[in-house]
């Protein structure tokens, strides 16, 4: 998590500029401080772990359900620190945690930032995607349903939303069936900056729990969805590839959380149910297709010998 930073030092270091939207490698970012066991240390030695505070970086800090980037901080004369995580360490202080792999870092060095660029795409085709479901929940379910929280990483995307009874086998299907509609529909993620009210009359959904400025960014992605967010997105909706819902149960009353795979994780999915279901075929001597009908003769034969041995 997160770690509490000495007001003092908060006051005296400006804003990292988060410049991770356009690049994924940024060149010349400077050491503000370095924490190590939470505490501002001036230098942190070769093996050690701590937290490296840039002026300017491409790693996303955790945020709005989306998980921190990590990669590596590096120099030409042989720094590397692998960074495993990034967190807000203040409102606008990005600490990027991790571990110094080879030479020894020191408060106002220069070095080149690199995030693992795999994870982020895995990452960001996960939020796009959380981004189409929220808005084909609203179609199916209605206006009534909205995020009470989120968690986007590699491996899925989990989202809490509103809604005060079960959904039924037909409207997640619905639901599924909209969502990779409008993956297919491959719309550009348009990004405007605003003013707060402009950007509601724009027609763009505020997210529970989250602290807007005056200034607003929105992600717009064809007629599909409009929502204010500050997180990192695919660049097209056929992007993400393909959208599948692996649950969806109630959590607390009235809310409900859908979690959902995307890309290579659903097909990946899909191909596993294949599976399952070529093996019950082998099981019962039949073919995938015709399984329906051998489980429930099995099931006819074992009732009337139930019924014979009565």
Do not use: W
Request: hydrophobic share 40%.
């Amino acid at each position: 998590g997160a770690v509490g930073l000495p007001a003092e030092l908060v006051a005296s270091l400006h804003a990292t500029e988060f410049k991770g939207y356009e690049n994924l490698d940024v060149d010349g970012c400077k050491i503000l401080a370095i924490l190590k066991d939470g505490q501002p240390v001036q230098q942190l030695l070769v093996g050690e772990q701590g937290a490296i505070i840039l002026d300017r970086t491409p790693f996303y800090a955790e945020s709005g359900g989306q998980i921190g980037d990590s990669g590596v901080l590096c120099s030409s004369s042989g720094q590397q620190f692998l960074v495993s995580d990034t967190q807000k360490l203040s409102v606008n202080l990005f600490g990027h945690i991790g571990e110094a792999l080879s030479g020894n870092f020191s408060v106002g060095d220069k070095l080149s930032a690199r995030v693992d660029s795999k994870r982020r795409q895995a990452t960001v085709i996960n939020h796009s995607a959380t981004h189409l479901l929220h808005a084909a929940l609203r179609k199916v379910l209605g206006e009534h349903v909205s995020q009470k929280g989120s968690l986007v990483n590699t491996e899925r995307t989990r989202f809490d939303f509103s809604h005060f009874q079960a959904i039924s086998v037909e409207q997640l299907s619905e639901i599924e069936v909209l969502v990779n509609n409008a993956i297919r529909a491959n719309a550009e993620a348009e990004v405007h900056h605003m003013g707060m009210q402009e950007a509601i009359e724009f027609g763009a959904m505020a997210l529970f729990g989250e602290k807007y400025g005056e200034r607003v960014r929105v992600l717009k992605m064809g007629e599909f969805s409009t929502e204010l967010c500050g997180g990192t997105h695919a660049h097209r909706t056929g992007d993400i590839g393909l959208f599948k819902i692996i649950s969806e149960a109630g959590i607390a009353a009235g809310v409900r959380r859908i979690e959902a795979v995307t890309g290579s994780n659903a097909l990946a999915s899909y191909k596993h149910s294949e599976q399952v279901l070529n093996q019950v075929a082998s099981l019962v001597n039949g073919r995938s297709q015709d399984v329906l009908d051998k489980i429930n003769q099995l099931l006819e034969r074992q009732k009337k010998l139930e019924q014979e041995l009565d």
